[in-house]
């Protein structure tokens, strides 16, 4: 990633951790998660289970993502700055409250606290390797891509390799009401690639050791 880039980057991070952060005076609880969730669970709780908008693709793993991604995403599908429409009528219909509830339920869903730290080795392609660090992916999703510099920023080390792509193409989409997402950082960093050089980078993150998973409930099993 050339000077000006980084220069950028680093504004934008800084400008987005001095601003108000969305309702951090709001304490999710867990159990109350549990209760709010369903609609959540007929997709992110099925092991495989694959969206069909804007393509196909398996719907991310969100047990032990960090509980405030889970309510920022919610907040951009919820205000638009995802363009999703499935995701933006189910975010849309939830307050304040039951988005913390239900981020509160995910991040905790299979922690395992006595888990050993994560390796720090990957086995995609020196060429996804190399288009990472380009990216400087690590100077916001922290080491193994699996500590974010700030809590609002997601893990993504283990993720599925085609919702990662889906996701890095739609930070280029531009004037589509239907698809797209609204992120300074994330637009500078997935324009500079061409969509086979971001294919390269989904596969390679998400061939890294991850504590991300899909928890089947009851219900799913």
Do not use: W
């Not at 920022?72 to 429409?85: F, I, V």
């Not at 919702?163 to 797209?180: D, H, R």
Request: aromatic content about 8%; charged content about 20%; overall charge positive.
């Amino acid at each position: 990633m050339n000077q000006l880039l980084r220069s950028f980057l680093a504004l934008v991070v800084a400008s987005v951790t001095i601003a108000p952060a969305f309702a951090q005076d709001i304490k999710g609880d867990a159990k109350a998660g549990e209760k709010k969730n369903a609609t959540c669970l007929g997709c992110h709780a099925i092991i495989g289970y694959q969206a069909s908008f804007p393509e196909v693709y398996k719907v991310p793993k969100i047990a032990g993502q960090g509980e405030k991604y889970i309510v920022s995403s919610l907040n951009a599908y919820k205000k638009g700055e995802r363009k999703h429409p499935s995701m933006r009528g189910i975010a849309g219909s939830m307050s304040d409250q039951d988005m913390a509830d239900v981020a509160a339920y995910f991040s905790a869903l299979g922690v395992d606290a006595n888990a050993k730290p994560l390796e720090k080795v990957s086995g995609g392609s020196a060429k996804g390797q190399e288009l990472v660090t380009k990216g400087a992916c690590a100077s916001c999703h922290g080491e193994s891509l699996s500590k974010p510099i700030d809590p609002s920023y997601p893990l993504i080390a283990g993720q599925y390799s085609d919702y990662l792509f889906v996701a890095l193409k739609s930070y280029k989409a531009e004037a589509n009401p239907q698809v797209g997402r609204g992120n300074a950082i994330m637009g500078g960093v997935a324009k500079q690639f061409s969509n086979a050089e971001l294919k390269e980078i989904a596969n390679y993150v998400a061939s890294m050791p991850g504590v991300l998973k899909t928890v089947p409930q009851n219900r799913f099993r």
